[in-house]
């Protein structure tokens, strides 16, 4: 696993070899975030040694370093899933290559299901917890001490300085946001009626594929993590509303001037 990533590092930096200090992992239908970055390299993930490839409709496949807020920053343009059939090893492997890349700080986003009854598609929601049990953790299988310890702590899986430093952002410029607990699952099946109302009772807000195993194995290497998602659709609905990934990618679409506001300015704030 470490020479793995070594490779994937080496390789990376004989292409560009500029340490970036903020990693982000775009989500769902968030893809043009990258128009406001100040491109310098990117590099498609089919070229990274042992990286996975992006097989999902409205996420790319490719590294994206560039400047941002006056910070050197590298973008995932495209992340992997469970439910496509990867291991959780190949799912976080692109963060083990970003903290080896030197990044100090992760961002992290994502299109999610909204289960807090309050909450209305289009929402942003800052995830301040979650729940994980749904989906394997990372770290089962040897732990390798040079990432960290066998049991990390997970007291503060999303730092509350950054989940403090975005809330004051919002509130400077007026925009609402949502704070909630992010609870995964595998996918890719959308929830039942039934899935949903659990997820309410487990204490969740919003229900998303993807985000825990990243942000587990960013806390394992020490990397302080900010995630947000959007609400894209919401769980507990009249019983004829369908929920699509068109309309997931769509109400992603439609919030991301309002998200870009908000990840530029923590950004610039780091
Ligand atoms: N459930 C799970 N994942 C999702 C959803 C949802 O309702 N919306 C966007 N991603």
Known sequence: MLLKIN????????IYDVKPTVGIVLGSGLGNFINEIKISKEISYK????????TVEGHDGKLIFGELGGKKIVAMS??????????SEQIVFPIRVLKYLGIDTLLITNAAGGVN????????M???????????????GKNYKEFGSRFPD???PYKKSLIAKVKKIATEKNIKVQEGVYVAVTGPTFETHAEYKMILRLGGDAVGMSTVQEVITAVHLGLPVFAMSVITDVGIRDDDNIITHEEVLQAAKDVEPIFKILICELIAQL
């Open 7 to 14: 490779e994937a590092v080496d390789f990376i930096k004989n």
């Open 47 to 54: 070229d990274i040694p042992y990286f996975p490839m992006s």
């Open 78 to 87: 495209g992340r992997f899933h469970y439910y496509e059939g990867y291991s």
């Open 117 to 124: 009854p309050a909450f209305k598609v289009g929402d942003l």
């Open 126 to 140: 800052i995830i301040n917890d979650h729940i994980s049990q749904l989906i394997p953790n990372p770290l089962v």
């Open 154 to 156: 997970m007291s503060e």
